[in-house]
């Protein structure tokens, strides 16, 4: 079956706009992930849900980064007013229900550059 | 505070040659131990995992690591690297929830 899949492959923007981060993961995954890979910051947790439970929102740096999953399965990543710092790989990954020993699988990112 | 040393920014090593790359923790609670590798473009890519039982575990493309609680680590081994094995390995400790905690990585360059 397919992967997980991220659009867009590679994202520019202005300082000051939003952007939306969309990602599909594996057909029967209920559990998703956010990380960021930034130079000099590496893999950051960004936020995590599983199934219908109030999602894991810890990794989010600031309030301009929200996110949600609709219908439990596809997940949009949204920055508010980017800043050049939010320059970074946005990826994402899924398991099958969520237990600390599965395997995450994870997309080819999303590469954002804020000007 | 949980969190993931990977002391070795860049390696280099022969094609042929032995490879360790290591990797310390600190978790407060069981960890569950990974090592993915990132190859150039790629996304990230589960070698092996550890959560209990032996503590050498196999992975694919002949890659091993060993658990040794003692020394809070689980160092990646290979005894041949090919030079398809260039990339950059990253090791990750996750607990119940699956949410990990990676280290900065480990760039993997392999002389002819």
């Known amino acids: 079956g397919a992967g997980v899949s991220q659009s867009p492959s590679n994202k520019v923007t202005e300082k000051g706009k939003d952007v939306e981060l969309r990602c599909d993961p594996i057909?029967?995954?209920?559990?998703l992930y956010w990380y960021r890979q930034s130079l000099g910051q590496g893999l950051e947790f960004l936020i995590y849900?599983?199934?219908?439970?109030?999602?894991?929102k810890s990794g989010l740096p600031s309030d301009r980064f929200s996110a949600e999953r609709t219908g439990g399965s596809v997940s949009t990543l949204t920055i508010q007013r980017t800043q050049q710092e939010d320059s970074a790989v946005y990826l994402c990954?899924?398991?099958?229900?969520?237990?600390?020993?599965?395997?995450?699988?994870f997309g080819p990112g999303t590469r954002l550059l804020v000007l | 505070a949980q969190s993931v040393t990977q002391p070795d920014i860049h390696i280099t090593v022969s094609e042929g040659a032995s490879l360790e790359l290591r990797c310390n923790y600190s978790?407060?609670?069981?960890?569950?131990l990974f090592w993915y590798v990132q190859s150039p473009g790629q996304g990230l890519q589960l070698l092996l995992k550890?959560?209990?039982?032996?503590?050498l575990v196999q992975g694919i493309k002949g890659f091993e690591a060993e658990f040794k609680r003692s020394q809070s680590s689980f160092n990646l081994r290979k005894p041949s690297v090919h030079w398809s094995d260039a990339a950059e390995y990253f090791c990750?400790?996750?607990?119940?929830?699956?949410?990990?905690?990676f280290g900065t990585g480990t760039l993997l360059a392999v002389q002819p």
């Open positions: 990954a899924s398991s099958l229900t969520g237990w600390g020993t599965e395997t995450q699988y």
């Open positions: 057909s029967g995954h209920t559990a």
């Open positions: 849900f599983q199934g219908n439970s109030a999602p894991d």
């Open positions: 978790y407060g609670a069981t960890p569950y």
């Open positions: 550890y959560f209990s039982g032996d503590t």
């Open positions: 990750a400790v996750g607990g119940a929830t699956n949410k990990l905690i």
